[in-house]
């Protein structure tokens, strides 16, 4: 690991997480502020993300622990703030069922709960109990159940995708003239 803050007689990578911290603070309390008025966003895999920077933090924190034999309190704070905040966007509910708005748009699903597996194996490991085991282990069951989700949900919109009954949307190139009716219409499609 880099010694920066020796070698510079700097502590920078501790500024750094102070400074993203206190934004990501700042962003939570921005969008959960305007839930209300967006009822579209519960759900949304955007949302997931959120999951992310804190499950990175508690890897981080663990780092600036030196290899220290046990977990760093706020550490431990942190991933429990990851919990919770996984628990409230699954008793929401993923929007998995409905066509995806953009490509691969449903793989935001998939990408958080792997960074807060990571950061529930790295303390499993470090506190090496049983009960952190099997937090770990439910972690990583539940890492591969949202990529096999994922996986079949997008495999299925391709499927239908190739039979023409739905379209892959991006936001940069727009199908209205080539919409699934109008195929039909002009009969190229059987």
């Not at 937090?135 to 499927?159: D, K, P, Q």
Request: hydrophobic residues 50%.
């Amino acid at each position: 690991m880099c010694q920066i803050r020796e070698e510079w007689g700097i502590g920078l990578p501790q500024m750094c997480f102070g400074a993203g911290f206190i934004l990501y603070i700042d962003i939570v309390i921005f969008i959960f502020g305007k839930l209300h008025d967006n009822r579209g966003m519960k759900g949304s895999p955007a949302m997931f993300l959120l999951i992310v920077p804190p499950s990175v933090g508690v890897v981080n924190l663990d780092l600036f622990n030196h290899g220290a034999s046990d977990f760093s309190p706020f550490g431990e704070m942190l991933l429990g703030w990851v919990y919770v905040l996984l628990l409230l966007l699954i008793s929401h509910g993923p929007n998995l069922w409905r066509s995806p708005s953009v490509l691969g748009e449903y793989w935001a699903y998939v990408f958080p709960l792997a960074a807060s597996t990571t950061a529930t194996i790295r303390y499993a490991s470090a506190l090496q109990t049983k009960s952190t085991e099997v937090l770990a282990i439910t972690m990583i069951m539940m890492a591969i159940l949202s990529l096999l989700l994922v996986l079949g949900r997008e495999t299925f919109h391709m499927y239908r995708c190739f039979k023409r009954e739905d379209q892959w949307k991006d936001p940069l190139f727009h199908m209205e003239k080539y919409s699934t009716k109008k195929f039909r219409a002009l009969g190229e499609i059987d």
